[in-house]
């Protein structure tokens, strides 16, 4: 029983943010009340407050299951792959799958997606903190191997780095140009941030 009710929470919880999504994109995030989200969900406002805390939740769940990435992926990489390699590594991997958090996915909904949390203040500043999130774990993985100073620089210019990577591939997709037809460029400019992160600027 406990496995259907979650299934069902789940559900509800998707139906909820999918309805959200779909007004927002529509009309925008500032122009949609949680009134009308939660009667175009089929469920009462206390109802909607008990899935979502926030409006800018309602959006920012799509992305939730990245939350701490960056330290998972140094945490688990393989032996002596060294934190900044297995870094570099999943945002490649990244790209060749068009993860969307990579900016690297041409599908209408994703740009919108990316365009309206980047548009809209209050996204943006929900974005920057769950950023600041990310550098803390991050930090604190990488802390594991170096020392606490030399690990918390390290994370904030790899999120940094991976901000602004995911920004510049976006912006390429929103002028027209398709994620297949972007993929070497982004690639190439992964590459180059990651060097630049290794060397500093006398690699550029």
Not at 135 to 144: F, M, P, T, Y
């Amino acid at each position: 029983m406990t496995g259907l009710r979650g299934l069902k929470r789940q559900r509800i919880h998707e139906a909820i943010s999918a309805a959200a999504i779909s007004l927002f994109l529509e009309r925008g995030f500032d122009e949609v009340s949680v009134a009308e989200i939660a009667a175009a969900a089929e469920v009462s406002k206390p109802t909607l407050f008990k899935y979502f805390a926030t409006k800018e939740d309602l959006v920012l769940h799509r992305i939730a299951d990245h939350q701490g990435e960056a330290a998972r992926v140094v945490r688990r990489r393989a032996p002596g792959e060294e934190p900044l390699a297995a870094l570099h590594r999943h945002f490649l991997d990244g790209l060749a799958r068009r993860d969307p958090v990579t900016g690297l996915n041409d599908d209408a909904e994703v740009i919108g997606y990316h365009r309206m949390v980047f548009s809209t203040p209050g996204l943006a500043a929900r974005l920057l903190h769950h950023m600041a999130t990310d550098e803390e774990a991050l930090a604190e993985a990488l802390g594991e191997s170096m020392d606490d100073l030399t690990a918390r620089l390290l994370a904030g210019q790899v999120l940094a780095v991976q901000r602004v990577l995911a920004r510049h591939n976006w912006l390429a997709l929103a002028e027209g140009t398709s994620a297949e037809d972007a993929y070497p460029s982004a690639v190439g400019a992964a590459h180059r941030a990651f060097t630049l992160l290794r060397h500093g600027l006398t690699a550029a």
